[in-house]
């Protein structure tokens, strides 16, 4: 039997143990903020959460507190140390790993907030980012962002403030206010307002950022009338960030990685090569594809943003969103009441042969990519009298593998190139039922890996190369560990007649 990097390593443990050096990752996503502390086989020797709150002032309107957050993250490092006995003199370097698009406009002088963090999800400059489209700026913002306007992305939000908040305009152009990210608003604090910065990939997400050239642009900031003195300087994911203030962290590791969540995720999953996927099974499933150095212009609709940005190179990724995934699963848990958990689906799915001709088409809010139909309206398609609680169970499972073929290979047709294997991760990645279907529609591997804090891994990667605790990509896919590989099964025809009636189901669910 060959002995690959990782055995060798565990033979070596002693060393390991002695060695007793460690990365810390955090993770600060939308509900909850994360801290782990990880070892150099990857594995999580301690990690620590807690929830933190959401606003909606208005329907639509999503805001979270920036001090919440802030203090949230701090509370989970401390805690993180305590329960591991791993001190900061222990910790070799940290990764930030967070949430992203959400807007926190701070003043300069006191650090205070102007206004609320406005989130990811809030719609409230959704007239904003349709009159870009009205007057004729979509297709300058996609070639330079590779992004569509939408009120998702940053640029609309910090519009808002400075046009919404009393004085906020005439602050800004005076170079008082500074604009940031999650992770800006973090490093900002963490490092004692040292460091004003952020990465490529965050950056990426803000509809102001060229791609291609890897700065802010000015036509797009004249476009939006954002003062360029108001944004961070922008780094690459790994590398420095300044130190950890020895008010929070007495020994003051340095910040050596940062990332938005989808691209920490898409590096934790080692897909570094042209070609190579993640897809992310939560409320709703994030698919991002390699697509090396070259920006993949969708005709599919999807998103270009920057995937990787590591090592002196970046690699850029075709990203596509489904809005409603595994809310579905939630849904038949709290509004029809047909199961009492998610984790029953498995089961109940495999107890029928086939889905009976049924589907489920989950356009609760209209349908994302590949169909960009807001009008269309969510379906149960097929059903007979023999239909029962097993089969809507099914149609809902089986619901989340149509709608990620449909990206997928959206995906393979804007880059030209097919998929080998699909690395999965996220809550319902855990069902078999699933994954094996995903298996069949696609025709190719699908791989569970066996961390399921993807997302943090990626940072605490990109974060250890950056200090040489690991010191290159290839160890770090020796740490890469498959839980589950889940074999394609499905014969031709059957798979031909699956696809045809839920394209035929989505056909139906359209508005036009
Ligand atoms: P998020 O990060 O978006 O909160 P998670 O990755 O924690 O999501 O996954 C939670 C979602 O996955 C929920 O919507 C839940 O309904 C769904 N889910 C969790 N476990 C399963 C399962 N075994 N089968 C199907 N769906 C599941």
């Known amino acids: 039997m060959a002995l690959n990097l990782k055995d060798l390593k565990l033979v070596d443990s002693m060393y390991a143990y002695a060695k007793s050096r460690y990365v810390m990752a955090l993770d600060c996503g939308t509900t909850s903020v994360r801290a782990i502390i990880v070892d150099e086989y990857g594995c999580i020797v301690a990690q620590a959460s807690r929830p933190i709150k959401a606003m909606y002032p208005r329907?639509?309107?999503v805001e979270q507190d920036p001090t919440e957050i802030f203090a949230s993250q701090i509370a989970v490092m401390m805690e993180v140390q305590f329960k591991s006995g791993i001190h900061s003199d222990s910790i070799a370097a940290i990764g930030i790993t967070n949430q992203r698009e959400t807007t926190v406009v701070w003043d300069r002088?006191?650090?205070q907030p102007i206004y609320n963090a406005i989130g990811w999800q809030c719609r409230r400059t959704t007239s904003r980012a349709e009159r870009l489209i009205e007057d004729g700026h979509a297709e300058t913002i996609r070639a330079k962002t590779g992004l569509m306007p939408d009120a998702y992305f940053s640029a609309t939000k910090i519009a808002w403030i400075l046009d919404n908040v009393s004085g906020a305009r005439e602050l800004a152009e005076a170079g008082q206010?500074?604009?940031?990210?999650?992770?800006t608003w973090l490093i900002y604090n963490l490092?004692?307002?040292?460091?004003?910065?952020?990465?490529?990939?965050?950056?990426?997400?803000?509809?102001?950022?060229?791609?291609?050239?890897?700065?802010?642009?000015?036509?797009?900031?004249?476009?939006?009338?954002?003062?360029?003195?108001?944004?961070?300087?922008v780094r690459w994911s790994s590398g420095e960030f300044g130190r950890v203030s020895g008010e929070i962290m007495t020994h003051m590791p340095l910040i050596m990685g940062v990332a938005g969540d989808q691209q920490a995720s898409l590096f934790g999953h080692c897909c570094f090569e042209p070609g190579e996927a993640k897809n992310t099974y939560g409320t709703g499933c994030f698919m991002?594809?390699?697509?090396?150095?070259?920006?993949?212009?969708?005709?599919?609709?999807?998103?270009?943003?920057?995937?990787?940005?590591?090592?002196?190179?970046?690699?850029?990724?075709?990203?596509g969103s489904i809005f409603h995934a595994g809310s579905v699963i939630q849904w038949l848990r709290d509004k029809l009441r047909i199961i009492s958990s998610a984790a029953e689906t498995a089961e109940i799915s495999k107890s029928r042969a086939d889905n009976g001709g049924c589907y489920l088409v989950p356009a609760f809010s209209g349908l994302g990519a590949p169909w960009w139909d807001s009008g269309a309206g969510g379906l149960i398609y097929g059903l007979t009298s023999a239909s029962d609680r097993a089969t809507l169970v099914r149609a809902a499972c089986e619901s989340m593998a149509f709608q990620s073929y449909d990206v997928l290979r959206a995906m393979e047709a804007d880059a030209?190139?097919?998929?080998?294997?699909?690395?999965v991760d996220g809550g319902a990645s855990r069902n078999e039922f699933i994954m094996q279907f995903q298996a069949d529609l696609l025709d190719i591997p699908v791989d569970q890996t066996e961390a399921i804090e993807t997302t943090a891994l990626g940072a605490a990667y990109l974060a250890g190369l950056a200090v040489g605790y690991w010191e290159d990509r290839e160890e770090i896919r020796q740490n890469h560990d498959l839980a589950r590989r889940f074999e394609p099964a499905m014969d031709e025809a059957t798979r031909a007649r699956e696809?045809?009636?839920?394209?035929?189901?989505?056909?139906?669910?359209?508005?036009?």
Do not use: Q
């Open 191 to 233: 490092t004692d307002g040292m460091v004003f910065a952020t990465d490529y990939t965050n950056a990426s997400r803000t509809m102001l950022f060229n791609i291609h050239t890897l700065e802010w642009d000015d036509e797009l900031l004249a476009l939006m009338n954002i003062p360029r003195c108001m944004l961070p300087e």
């Open 177 to 183: 206010l500074m604009f940031g990210t999650i992770d």
């Open 416 to 423: 030209g190139c097919t998929l080998d294997s699909l690395s």
């Open 59 to 61: 329907p639509g309107w």
């Open 288 to 319: 991002l594809m390699n697509t090396g150095d070259e920006v993949v212009d969708s005709k599919n609709g999807l998103v270009a943003t920057v995937g990787i940005a590591e090592g002196g190179k970046v690699s850029y990724a075709l990203e």
């Open 109 to 111: 002088d006191s650090g």
């Open 499 to 512: 696809l045809a009636g839920w394209h035929d189901a989505v056909a139906r669910a359209r508005s036009r």
